[in-house]
């Protein structure tokens, strides 16, 4: 058998390492992208965020005014039966509310 020369068997080695390296290179590669990826990913979070506040914001906002109009119209019909003459308890067991919320609409403005 013939030995195989030096020079051959550099040549593999070197061969095998260039191969190694483009697998090591095409993997460093790969992680670069996956971190970036990450990174995009995690600052779109807070943009997120805010924009889920604002319009968290915003629907408070629309409630608290429907309810306030919702509250002055109860408080309307209460005072209009009350203003036909109608004892308050009548007007609770109608309702179906307690007295003390038959008091409440009286001192609110009209």
């Known amino acids: ?7 051959a068997r550099q ?3 070197r061969a095998r390492a260039r191969e190694r390296a483009a697998e090591f ?28 506040e604002k319009e968290i914001a915003t629907v408070q906002d629309r409630a608290s ?20 003459g109608t004892l308050r308890r009548e007007v609770a067991d109608r309702l179906g509310v307690s007295l ?6 009286l001192a609110l403005p009209t």
Not at 65 to 84: F, G, K, N, V, Y
Request: hydrophobic content about 50%; cysteine-free.
């Open 25 to 52: 290179r095409a993997k460093q590669d790969q992680l670069e992208q996956l971190a970036t990826d990450y990174f995009v990913a995690t600052e779109s979070l807070e943009e997120i965020a805010a924009a889920a």
């Open 11 to 13: 040549a593999s080695a």
């Open 100 to 105: 003390r919320e038959i008091k409440k609409p």
């Open 65 to 84: 005014i429907q309810s306030a109009a919702a509250r002055q119209q109860a408080a309307a019909a209460i005072t209009a039966m009350l203003e036909m």
């Open 1 to 7: 058998m013939a030995e195989i020369r030096s020079s």
